[in-house]
């Protein structure tokens, strides 16, 4: 840094000058007020040339002002800032809570450091944390996309789940984001029940009521029914789900007679095709 003494003057203004090196901005300064100007050593008259750095791209202006005499004041406007390279990736605008099974869009923008958006034009790939995730390809971004494209993606497990999109090149340049997947309508009931019972002895089973992706439908709170080959049997009584059961209820005594192989059905009262069976060997 150089500094040039002037004659001592009556302070009356400052004159900036620039000389741009993309994001760095040279600052040339010339002064005839004796005072300390910010970010100056010493209270001297002086010529004053100092590198800065603008961070936000678009139209910036500087501006200096002397510390003892604010009237005292010089500024420079018009100054084009540019982004710098692509350093991050931001992902955003799938919905919070997806329902799964259903499409949602998201976009993907490069920013620099700075959080200014990047004339990207690399390649992306997409990953998630989902084992049943549908994600777009690879999309290497145009001159058009001016580093912002939108995307589909359908999560289909519930639970806590992340889009991320990362450069095919450089794995450093990332971002992803995180989504908590909502199960779908029940579709399916599973049933956890004994292969073997003896004839006229009591035993349980459980129904798990799942959607088609096999997530836990936890606020299912249909009626079931139960039924048997087994005219001699003891079922349950119809039930209804409560939002406790969170899709899942054990039953317990139940008593099946008749030796052989004999069906359990349970079958929603309300969805005849939301039904399962199970065989049970009754020794």
Known sequence: MGLK???????????????????????????????????L????????????????AG???????????????GSETGITVHAGAASMFLVAGFPAYPTAGVAGSFS????????????????????????????PGNYTFTAA?????????????????????TDTVNAALTGLQGNTVKAAAASQFIISAPATVNAGASFGLTLTVEDAYGNIVTNYTGTVHFSSTDTKSRLPSNYTFTTADKG????????????????????????????VSVIVNVL
Request: net charge positive; no cysteine.
């Open 41 to 56: 050593p010493h209270d001297e008259d002086h010529s004053y040339r100092e590198p800065g750095i603008l961070k936000t």
């Open 145 to 165: 996309d001016a580093g912002m494209h939108t995307f589909s993606a359908t999560l289909k497990t519930a639970g806590y789940q992340s889009l991320t999109a």
């Open 5 to 39: 003494r002037k004659t001592p003057a009556t302070p009356n203004l400052i004159d900036t000058h620039q000389r741009h090196d993309r994001n760095k901005h040279y600052l040339f300064l010339e002064t005839v007020s004796k005072g300390r100007l910010r970010g």
């Open 108 to 135: 993907v923008m490069a920013l620099d450091a700075y959080d200014n958006r990047a004339g990207y034009t690399g390649t992306v790939r997409f990953t998630s944390s989902d084992p049943q995730a549908v994600l």
């Open 59 to 73: 139209t910036q202006s500087l501006k200096v002002t002397d510390t003892t005499s604010p009237s005292v004041t």
């Open 248 to 275: 899942v209820h054990t039953f317990t005594g139940l008593v099946l007679r008749t030796r052989g192989n004999q069906k359990i059905t349970i079958t929603d009262t309300h969805n005849s095709l939301l039904t």
